[in-house]
């Protein structure tokens, strides 16, 4: 299936106040349905007890039309890997994630006007 790729990533911050490390995996699939659409799901398993899984999907609209790219059309490929030409990857997006981790430990803040 070319037009789809599967992420994986796994993560651990280590406690510095907190009482136990954070940890957890995060897994991740994004499908080219088409020239114009494509939909993205995640699922971020927590290895610490009490934090809740989370699970999301995304639905994108994209314009102008991704242009000779495999889409859900093409169906599956007998080729594991096909070759193309990489020369216009090279100024594509990556896949990043710039979030602060800030790290708590058990207490409340309440504030009211």
Known sequence: MPWAKVNYTDYLWEKDQASVDTEGKIYSLEM???PSISIEGSFDESGNTGVDDESSISLTYVYPPVENGPTAKDGLSKIAFEKRDMSKELSKKVRRNNKI?????GTIIVTSK
Not at 101 to 105: A, D, I, N, R, Y
């Open 101 to 105: 981790v800030l790290e708590t430990q």
């Open 32 to 34: 080219q349905l088409n």
